[in-house]
């Protein structure tokens, strides 16, 4: 079994057909899925999803390129009350993106801080997004590490060896989409690699990303798989050995869907 730590299923690409997209996924051997809230305006329908089927659970959160809109409505506090919900088992994705900068860098930062803050109440664990701003995300990490311990991971990991390994340091776990498939993506494939075998995690990252050999068409969480052979190679491991470990280590940190 494994499991798609980090996909999309409220987006308007799965509507259509979303029974037939889980179905898919169940039968390439995905045992569990977290779709991930992006807004708080849409955070019902995120949660709705999560409700309908019993192998997805989902997170509460807005994304750094809505902070500046929605921001403000994910204050720690609401986002501790919405963490509730035995269905919610992370917060965000939150973080930080320089390179779009669809909002503004301290608004960012400021929902950055309220969404690890929730995380370290609830003791859920807090999906980073970063992106073109390495610098800060490790800054606000570290402080924010100072102020108590929260768990977490970096998503999508498309930085730094640096990065990686100061996120490590720190305790958080690091998932890798279907961009570390991409033919000229070695050096992600080389930190894959390195990255200790306890703290990986799979993601699709759908319906964006789709790994080779669906890269450029919708990606979902049956393709999930494509990722994980991927990696296993890199590493020199059997895919048997590798799905049990990510599987594992997304147990280990997503102790809400253990619990359940």
Do not use: W
Request: proline share 5%; hydrophobic share 45%; net charge negative.
């Amino acid at each position: 079994m494994l499991v798609d730590s980090h996909c999309h299923l409220d987006f308007p690409e799965f509507a259509p057909e979303l029974d037939a997209v889980v179905a898919r996924a169940r039968a390439a051997g995905i045992g569990h899925m977290v779709t991930i809230s992006t807004k708080m305006s849409t955070f019902p329908q995120v949660l709705a999803i999560a409700e309908r089927f019993a192998d997805v659970s989902c997170t509460a959160g807005v994304h750094p390129h809505e902070a500046e809109s929605e921001g403000t409505q994910a204050s720690a506090e609401h986002l501790i009350a919405l963490a509730q919900h035995p269905k919610v088992a992370g917060i965000g994705e939150t973080g930080l993106d320089f390179y779009y900068e669809h909002s503004p860098r301290e608004a960012q930062e400021q929902a950055f801080r309220s969404h690890i803050a929730a995380a370290r109440a609830t003791g859920l664990p807090v999906i980073v997004h970063t992106r073109d701003a390495e610098e800060a995300t490790a800054r606000v990490l570290r402080e924010e590490m100072e102020k108590g311990a929260f768990t977490g991971l970096l998503h999508c990991f498309t930085s730094s060896g640096t990065l990686a390994e100061m996120a490590l340091g720190l305790g958080l776990y690091i998932s890798f989409s279907g961009i570390v498939t991409f033919k000229k993506a070695e050096e992600l494939r080389t930190i894959a690699a390195r990255v200790p075998l306890d703290r990986l995690l799979v993601e699709t990252d759908s319906p964006y990303l789709a790994p080779i050999p669906h890269r450029g068409k919708r990606n979902e969480p049956a393709y999930v798989v494509k990722t994980a052979k991927a990696i296993a190679e890199a590493r020199g491991i059997g895919f048997d050995e590798f799905a049990a470990a990510t599987t594992a280590n997304f147990h280990r940190l997503f102790t809400r869907v253990s619990e359940g």
